[in-house]
């Protein structure tokens, strides 16, 4: 299967596609068509199973383990109680790093090298992290021959648990801290992919469509649970994860509204509501990953939606941290269920939706990391520390490089790493 750019007609190759991130246009690669995927023939089928059957129209299937790429699959908790009952929460936070970026992060990886070793290449890959993206690219790609990983966070910005993620000791991939802000590190990350200094350069931020493509299965999981249609809240900041969401639909998962979940960072919300929003610098919330002040997904939404509104098909809310922290209390009293700040957004939006709209359909929110990766807050909320899962304790030795937000720091670090990556000759 193919890509085409949003702003152009050009086809590209999947590989391709990856390899770039971005397109040579300045658009998004989104697929070529969408082919329909028919839910009901996958009825009994293991999580994996329907990953490997959705995503072999992008990669050799025999060139991937499913299995054990995502053996840890994605349960679903349905909750009950007053102002509870319908809404079922999708926990996607059972991967190796507890947030629902190991799902297109363990697709990617592998696929990168396909891709590379098909070419005859090597590649780097720069990623800017407001928290779980890193270290799910950074425990997906560590292993993948060909392919080197630099990291750039913001120093002191990411919880405690987040920090020793990141930074983890891995083969072949380095962490920075940068002393600035999360907007200072995708700038960063920006202005090097701009220079020609350094050849070989690839993303792996949710402009990168083979992210995108294996987070549609979860989407396909949670309605082949359900004889009807469902709604989906889905926790946004980049909106790449609802963006998956449309892929899903498009090809067939019966979807019936999204919405979109927003902290205090309220662009597209108010962009559904008909504003015309400017873009802003983020601010900081209690849900960081969502920090986001203009979501770069936004271009293949509306390219998707082809001129039709957008707010015909997804309802946005933007909660506050004070509303945030009840949501945690209150479900943590009346259910005994612990949610991250994250899912704890998607949770006080779904109410709100359910009571406003009077769809009958059920409700999925995507529970989008897990509650120990936000210890502090948690427990401020909630008055309950959530226990620690294991792949968090295992971590034993961490390591990280700090530098100003300079390019010339960052560009030093990766023609050192560069210069590491294996010679093919
Ligand atoms: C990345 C992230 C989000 C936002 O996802 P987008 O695809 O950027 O909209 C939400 N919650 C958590 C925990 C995240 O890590």
């Given amino acids: 299967m193919s890509c085409v750019s949003t ?7 999947f590989g391709d596609a990856i390899l770039e991130g971005l397109a040579p246009d300045g658009g998004l690669y989104v697929p070529a068509k969408s082919i329909p995927f028919d839910v009901d023939a996958t009825a009994g089928a293991s999580y994996a199973g329907l990953a490997r059957a959705i995503l072999s129209r992008w990669v050799e299937p025999d060139l991937l383990d499913f299995e054990s790429l995502y053996s840890f699959g ?9 102002g509870w009952t319908g809404i079922k929460i999708l926990e ?6 507890n947030s629902f970026k190991d799902y297109g992060a363990r697709f990617l990886g592998p696929a990168l090298g396909i891709a590379l070793e098909a070419r005859r290449r090597t590649g780097l890959v720069l990623v800017a992290t407001s928290g779980d993206t890193g270290s799910a690219v950074a425990d997906a790609m560590s292993d993948v021959p060909g392919l080197r990983v630099v990291l750039l966070f913001p120093h002191g910005k990411v919880s405690a648990v987040q920090e020793r993620q990141l930074t983890a000791r891995r083969p072949g991939v380095r962490a920075v801290a940068v002393e600035g802000t999360f907007d200072d590190c995708q700038r960063l990350v920006k202005e090097a992919f701009g220079t020609a200094a350094v050849p070989g ?17 979860y989407y396909a999981w949670a309605a082949v649970h359900c004889d009807q ?9 980049n909106l790449g994860n609802l963006a998956a969401g449309f892929l899903a639909r498009m090809s067939g998962v019966p979807i019936g509204r999204f919405v979109a979940a927003h902290n205090r960072n309220d662009w597209f919300v108010r962009y559904l509501r008909g504003d015309r929003p400017v873009a802003v610098g983020s601010v900081q919330t209690l849900s960081n990953a969502m920090d986001v002040g203009a979501p770069s997904n936004f271009e293949r939404l509306q390219y998707w939606c082809q001129g039709k509104a957008l707010a015909d098909l997804v309802t946005g809310y933007s909660i506050s941290d004070d509303e945030t922290c009840d949501v945690m209390r209150t479900l943590h ?16 939006a779904a109410r709100r939706f359910r009571k406003e709209s009077g769809s009958s359909l059920p409700t999925f929110v995507l529970a989008t990391a897990h509650p120990a990766k936000f210890q502090d807050i ?5 008055g309950v520390s959530p226990a620690i899962p294991p792949s968090l304790s295992a971590i034993d030795q961490t390591d990280y490089r700090l530098i100003g937000a300079e390019l ?14 294996p010679s093919l000759d």
């Fill in 74 to 82: 994605a349960p679903i908790v349905e909750l009950s109680g007053r």
């Fill in 7 to 13: 702003r152009g007609d050009a086809t590209v190759a």
């Fill in 333 to 348: 009293q009346e259910t005994g269920y612990l949610a991250d700040p994250h899912t704890a957004v998607g949770l006080a």
């Fill in 201 to 217: 350069l690839t993303s792996a931020n949710s402009i990168n469509i083979g992210r995108l493509l294996p987070q549609q299965v």
């Fill in 92 to 97: 996607l936070f059972h991967g190796p790093t």
């Fill in 408 to 421: 010339d720091s960052v560009l030093d670090i990766v023609r050192e790493e560069h210069a590491l990556l």
């Fill in 229 to 237: 249609p469902i709604d989906v809240v889905v926790p946004s900041g």
């Fill in 378 to 382: 948690v427990e401020r909320a909630t």
